[in-house]
């Protein structure tokens, strides 16, 4: 699939020839399988490392703000199935390290999310555009994710959604185990920096 068109506004990463080329259907499959292992394992040991920072990070928000310790927001998943994402609330200083999207951990033990994939979008906007936007349910073909593709070209919930259904529907059609090790380095690497872009609006 042609790399995806973009808005000169958004800086590009990197070249198409520089990119993966995307696996065979059988070493897809088997790529995915690997893939939501790894997921699974992966946030089983985030949640031991990060259990401190989720343990402060509760009892902070119980005893300062008069809110829900987690938000729970109807998503849409692999396959047009719903689910409650969690989340801490979207205040600045957890926005600041990304702190907020530490609870989806658990949506990702559960099977629901991914740690790299298309974005959860809303149900409403599925509905909406659904039927006028071309190939939109191609990214529910997989788990969404904490992060992503169209997150890390600076496109979260405010920006068209057409643009961001054709950078998730490049990732589908373009996976690989590669990619997704590429988009964990420079999500890490941005965070570290301070830049909020694993947001799901």
Not at 102 to 127: A, K, T, W, Y
Request: proline letters at 10%; one cysteine or more.
């Amino acid at each position: 699939m042609p790399f995806p068109g973009r808005s000169p506004s958004v800086p590009r990463l990197e070249p198409v020839d520089r990119l993966p080329v995307p696996p065979a259907p059988d070493a897809r499959r088997r790529g995915l399988a690997l893939k939501h292992a790894l997921d699974r394992l992966g946030a089983a040991a985030a949640v031991v490392v990060v259990a401190p920072v989720l343990l402060v990070t509760a009892v902070g928000l119980k005893l300062f703000t008069s809110g829900p310790v987690f938000m729970r927001d109807r998503r849409i998943g692999r396959d047009g199935r719903s689910f409650q994402m969690l989340t801490f609330p979207p205040l600045p200083f957890l926005q600041r390290w990304s702190i907020d999207q530490v609870p989806q951990l658990v949506n990702i033990l559960r099977g629901q999310m991914s740690f790299v994939g298309p974005r959860p979008e809303r149900p409403e906007f599925v509905e909406l555009f659904g039927a006028n936007l071309r190939r939109h349910d191609q990214p529910r073909r997989v788990r969404p994710g904490i992060t992503g593709w169209s997150q890390l070209q600076g496109l979260t919930g405010r920006a068209p959604l057409a643009e961001r259904v054709r950078w998730d529907d490049w990732y589908v059609e373009n996976w690989s185990l590669r990619l997704d090790a590429k988009i964990v380095f420079l999500t890490v690497r941005d965070v570290c920096r301070g830049v909020h872009l694993v947001r799901a609006d």
